[in-house]
């Protein structure tokens, strides 16, 4: 069972260029959400889907698109990336119901913007 | 205001002790849950224990536990007998009825040996 899948792990990207953040999970899991990590910030919310077609803002939108076309796939696009964008970034899935929702992580992708 | 606050940015503690990491955090919504993970140098987010706000009996995980304060709003993780291998990043989170999850900053603990 592979989980939650994040791809590429690491990347460097020039200033303006754009780039796509994959994200899959296998757990058939309704909910997915990308964070950023930043020293001393702790995770932020980007955006979050809770099933195939629907997605909405998280605490720092900006600069940041998302699609939700099937329930196992969950990308994440830059589409000017900018120095401040430089980061580690996790995608996370749960199933909402009643009980332990907890949050599966992807293995994060260390991004730098130049 | 924070959602979660998370007011020790580093923590040491001796081998074999217990150590408390505190959270506090803020909703009016009263159906939430509160989660604690782990981060190790490595990076990845290991899920340690959750605690409903309906639960009435603080939860328990192995050597994890969760100190559950309703009223203050507080959710504090207590290590016991802490391991050389506990030395990480550890974060608070809570969930919301509208399924956000919402992080604190962390608190950075090392153990001693």
């Known amino acids: 069972n592979a989980g939650v899948t994040q791809t590429p792990k690491f990347q460097v990207l020039k200033t303006g260029q754009s780039m796509t953040l994959q994200c899959a999970q296998d757990m058939n899991h309704e909910y997915m959400s990308w964070y950023r990590q930043d020293p001393g910030m702790g995770l932020r919310l980007i955006h979050y889907?809770?099933?195939?077609?629907?997605?909405d803002q998280g605490e720092v939108p900006n600069g940041y698109n998302v699609s939700r076309s099937t329930t196992e796939d969950f990308p994440l696009r830059l589409l000017s990336a900018a120095p401040s964008q430089t980061s580690v970034y996790f995608c996370?899935?749960?199933?909402?119901?009643?009980?332990?929702?907890?949050?599966?992580f992807g293995s994060g992708t260390q991004l730098s913007v130049l | 205001a924070q959602k979660i606050t998370q007011t020790q940015p580093g923590m040491f503690v001796q081998e074999k002790e217990a150590v408390t990491l505190d959270c506090t955090y803020d909703t009016s919504d009263p159906s939430y849950g509160l989660f604690w993970y782990k981060q190790p140098s490595s990076g990845e987010m290991i899920f340690l224990i959750y605690q409903g706000s309906y639960d009435q009996q603080n939860a328990t995980e192995g050597r994890y536990s969760l100190n559950f304060q309703k009223a203050r709003k507080s959710a504090n993780l207590v290590i016991s007998a802490s391991q050389l291998g506990d030395s990480a990043m550890y974060f608070c989170?809570?969930?919301?009825?509208?399924?956000?999850?919402?992080f604190g900053t962390g608190t950075s603990l090392t153990v001693i040996p």
């Open positions: 996370a899935s749960s199933s909402p119901g009643q009980g332990n929702e907890k949050l599966f």
């Open positions: 989170a809570m969930r919301e009825s509208r399924n956000q999850f919402y």
């Open positions: 889907s809770v099933g195939a077609g629907i997605t």
